[in-house]
T-cell receptor, first 117, second 112 residues
Framework: GAVVSQHPSRVICKSGTSVKIECRSL??????MFWYRQFPKQSLMLMAT?????????EQGVEKDKFLINHASLTLSTLTVTSAHPEDSSFYICSARDLGVGNSPLHFGNGTRLTVT | GENVEQHPSTLSVQEGDSAVIKCTYSDSASNYFPWYKQELGKRPQLIID?????GEKKDQRIAVTLNKTAKHFSLHITETQPEDSAVYFC???????????FGRGTSLIVHP
């Protein structure tokens, strides 16, 4: 089945630094990937839709200059949290659909636990 | 945008009982209805889905029912076991342009 690989799984960084998270579709092409953030005991909140070869579409309230998304190929999207602060600490998850399969489900990466100290 | 309402937010049952979680939606063009299970600290995983051309689908102890007239779909778990304890999410159904947003989740606790 379709596999989405996300790295790193866990990262601890100091306040003010930037962190890059990678999301790869391993056996299918994903022209669109989705980035979510999940705080403890809450639902997955869509942050942005990553589009291959074009600008990402951000959800209301998500700062595009803080959460930089790059989708340079059909199998790779990256999310960079710039100038991270403790309130950015969260669980970040990417997902993608295999558009070659009609009405296919989302396939999720394993997530990245970000802790900003 | 379109939302999906999920109830209940928490559900506590005894082992062996049944559990039902319901989601309602508003987009009449919806044609794909998935359910995801998320264990603590892990990624959500698809457990069952249904397409609009059927009203029910079963996979062992798990079933999903769809009522397109009333615009709701439900997850049914029978003979619950402690390992069913997790958070379950429905997703905003697909139809036309699909932006996958999730219900608020249901925390299912199965007591041994």
């Amino acid at each position: 089945g379709a596999v989405v690989s996300q790295h790193p799984s866990r990262v601890i960084c100091k306040s003010g630094t930037s962190v890059k998270i990678e999301c790869r579709s391993l056996d299918f092409q994903a022209t669109t990937m989705f980035w979510y953030r999940q705080f403890p005991k809450q639902s997955l909140m869509l942050m942005a839709t990553s589009n291959e070869g074009s600008k990402a579409t951000y959800e209301q309230g998500v700062e595009k200059d803080k959460f930089l998304i790059n989708h340079a190929s059909l199998t790779l999207s990256t999310l960079t949290v710039t100038s991270a602060h403790p309130e950015d600490s969260s669980f970040y998850i990417c997902s993608a659909r295999d558009l070659g399969v009609g009405n296919s489900p989302l396939h999720f990466g394993n997530g990245t636990r970000l802790t900003v100290t | 945008g379109e939302n999906v309402e999920q109830h209940p937010s928490t559900l506590s049952v005894q082992e062996g009982d049944s559990a039902v979680i319901k989601c309602t939606y508003s987009d009449s063009a919806s044609n794909y209805f998935p359910w995801y299970k998320q264990e603590l600290g892990k990624r959500p995983q698809l457990i069952i889905d249904i397409r609009s051309n059927v009203g029910e689908k079963k996979d062992q102890r798990i079933a999903v029912t769809l009522n397109k007239t009333a615009k709701h779909f439900s997850l049914h778990i029978t003979e619950t076991q402690p390992e069913d304890s997790a958070v379950y999410f429905c997703a905003r159904p697909s139809g036309g342009s699909y932006i996958p947003t999730f219900g608020r989740g249901t925390s299912l606790i199965v007591h041994p």
